[in-house]
């Protein structure tokens, strides 16, 4: 197996916000978890992302359990992810947010810093080449010397995006890619995914946009109140009688 | 174009500096630039931490003290040689600077704040308290001034002002190459958003212990200066009034920048030179200054500066695309 | 043992004003998640206030401490009003920053105004009552009595009124509270008034049997602030059991360890408890 989860539980004082959930992400394919809100999408991702330690269950990624590991050992494993809040450096430019992302792939230290060895000026133009190589993947080039403060929110979102991709990942976890941003910017960013995963990288995704999904994913995985009630292709979960019904009741319910 | 600006500012100023006991020749103002300096290195090493990596550490003064101390007690009471002594004592800080980092780290945002403030109190507590090792509260006395180095004498004012000056820009140089490199870069990126540096492969512990401990390095370079300087220290070096000064020295100047430190802590040892009359009632003046820094500028002198010609560039280019378009 | 029943007492002393002084910082703690740095100075100035109006203008004890409880309380308030409410979207360094900032004016302030020498504050009960072994003042004994009964006033307050409630449920969730229609503008002002009150009513309690001068609230705040993180911050039963449990452990420790380093407990008692738990003791947990 190349990415699953094994039984995957999460608990915070009682509430079980993840109930045993057995996942497998499919290699360079496009994986999206849907739910209703507070299905406990998010907090799914954090366990697989390090950011919080599951209760019990485990992650595995190429045979390897890295449920223990911290994020930034997981990211050092080419497992990358953006948040729902950007969370980007809004007085710097785009250039200058997005070198920092190559920064796990180099080795500099502070001597080297203080010193301005070769390695150290290698490894700074390999990080900024680094983010002109994501800023035209993402296609943002032309808003590279911008201040992060001065750019739309389609934009910002595509920032986070090659922050990710900085990190030279194979697997790319993204947390709701496309809230709060319109209709036709959101088919730009679904076209942007789309490409990526045509490049090689394995995408999970988490979104709410389902028209979006459905036809994107190659397989989903349906979350309610922190249990899997359903997994597959979108046409499969489309017709899921479970989905349907829990999709009605969070509605009937908001 | 800028960059040959900088430059020219950068070397204007340095002259500026050198000469200035030449064309100044008044004692009394050499010993503050002087001191001025000294606080300078401190504020570097606060603003590191504070500025850049978004900690905001309230034991500055005790680290500052450490420093001074431990130049005092090897120099007085060990009688090592003063340059051992010198070097030894910025190094001790740092040691201490590891022992409270690993633990006041795991703390964040209030916590941490309150957890230095208390880890300075304990620190001024031990000094005054400590009869037999630091002399309490009458002080250590009789430091000695920096010592010779070959034929040259740096026991006169004028010569300590150089050498402070020399230290100076040495420390403001390694800040430089340390911010605008990938280490700074990372320290920034902590500050940002810690669980973000951290998915991007920063390793928020390994990073935030190296800021603070370069913090508490020039906090204790700036004490031992300012011991060998002065040289008299009590443990009121240690006490939460130094570490306000100093806080308010980077706050004015510009929190996270590269020349607040240093444009703060002059303005404000300038000012209070001028407001003399207040002496101890300066705060009347600077307290408030603080707060409506904080609230209208929070990016101080600097930040604001930096801020409003950032703007005003972008503004040009998009009026430099516009007439393209037109045209 | 008889030493140590009069160290109790002392405690139970010092205990009491802590636990005032910790109940206000707690509560703007729980609803505004500042760490009011300044609030040491209302402490201060709370001292003083009182002090002016029995020594210089003749005032009555009690009517001098209520004088200082109004001064303080609108202090307070104003301070939420012109530094902390229009900060409300800022980092959490610029709370910490512009508290310093009013709470190093404050104390230039009463400088500027009283001096910067230790002063005496006069207390009408003197008296020292024999009680066994153990001798005790009048003065100690109000403060204890004066304290528990603003401690169940302050909870009657909390529990039975409109007000109460609203303060304790902006403590538990911010956003629910403004979306269940409370103002919590409102609720702030009030919050930081009683904040005020009780800093107030702690400095002139203590005050005669301590010395008053500016720099007399550094250590109580410092320890206030030792003691909520204890308690757990925001909890108001644990500033109060904080507060007590720190008023003993100090006298204790001064007459069984060394009175050199008695102020040095709390300090060494935060490390160890922040050291176990980053979080601080009742932190809120998971996220």
Known sequence: MYFETRELSKEFGGLTAVKEVDFAIEKGKINAIIGPNGAGKSTFFNLITGLHRPSSGEVFFKDQEISHLSSNKIAELGIARTFQTTNLFERATVFDNVIVGHRLRTKTNLLDAILRTKRCKQEEEQCKEKAWEVLQATGLTHVATKIVTNISQEEKKRVAIALALATDPEVLFLDEPTAGINPDETNGLAGLITELAQMGITICLIEHKMKMIMQMADKIMVLNYGEKIAEGAPEEINKNEEVIRAYLGGEASA | MAVVNKKGLLFVLILLAIIFPLIVPNQYYIHILTLAFIWTIAVYGLNLLSGYTGYLSLAHAGFFAIGAYSLGLLTVKVELNYWLAFMLSPIITCIIGVMIGLIALRTKEHFFAIYTLCVGYIIYLIIDKWDSLTGGVRGLIGIPAPADIGFISLSTPLSQYYFVFIILLLVIFTVYRIVHSLTGRSFTAIRNSEPLAQSLGISPMRNKLTSFVLSTFYAGLAGALYASFIRFIGPEIAYTTITFDLLTYMIVGGIGTLSGPLIGTLLIVWLSQNLQFLQDYRMLIFGPLLTLIIIFAPGGISGTFLQWRARRKEKQRINMTTMKKQA | ?287
Do not use: C
């Open chain 3, 1 to 287: 043992m008889d030493i140590f029943i009069q160290q109790l007492f002392n405690g139970l002393t010092i205990g009491s004003v802590y636990s005032l002084v910790a109940l206000g910082l707690t509560l703007v703690y729980g609803i505004l998640h500042i760490p009011n740095f300044a609030h040491g100075a209302l402490y201060m100035l709370g001292g003083y206030v009182t002090l002016t109006m029995m020594v210089y203008l003749g005032v009555n004890y009690w009517i001098s401490i209520l004088i200082s409880i109004i001064t303080i309380g609108i202090l307070s308030v104003l301070m939420d009003r012109l530094v902390f409410h229009p900060l409300r979207k800022s980092t959490p360094i610029q709370h910490k920053v512009a508290a310093i900032g009013m709470l190093l004016f404050l104390e230039a302030l009463a400088q500027l105004i009283w001096g910067a020498d230790y002063r005496q504050m006069p207390t009408p009960y003197g008296q020292v009552i024999q009680f066994a072994d153990v001798t005790l003042t009048v003065q100690r004994l109000i403060i204890v009595v004066a304290a528990i009964a603003v401690m169940i006033l302050l909870y009657l307050f909390l529990k039975k009124t409109f007000m109460g409630a609203s303060i304790l449920a902006m403590a538990q969730n911010r956003e629910g509270a403004s979306l269940v229609g409370i103002n919590t503008n409102k609720v702030a002002v009030i919050t930081f008034f009683i904040a005020g009150t009780l800093a107030a009513i702690g400095a002139s309690l203590t005050s005669p049997i301590n010395l008053v001068f500016p720099g007399m609230g550094h250590l109580v705040i410092l320890k206030a602030f030792v003691i909520i993180i204890i308690g757990g911050m925001g909890s108001i039963p644990g500033a109060i059991l904080g507060g007590y449990i720190l008023g003993f452990s100090e006298s204790i420790g001064a007459t069984y360890i060394s009175s050199d380093y008695k102020d040095i407990i709390a300090f060494v008692l935060l490390i160890v408890i922040l050291s176990i738990k980053p979080q601080g003791i009742f932190a809120k947990g998971g996220v």
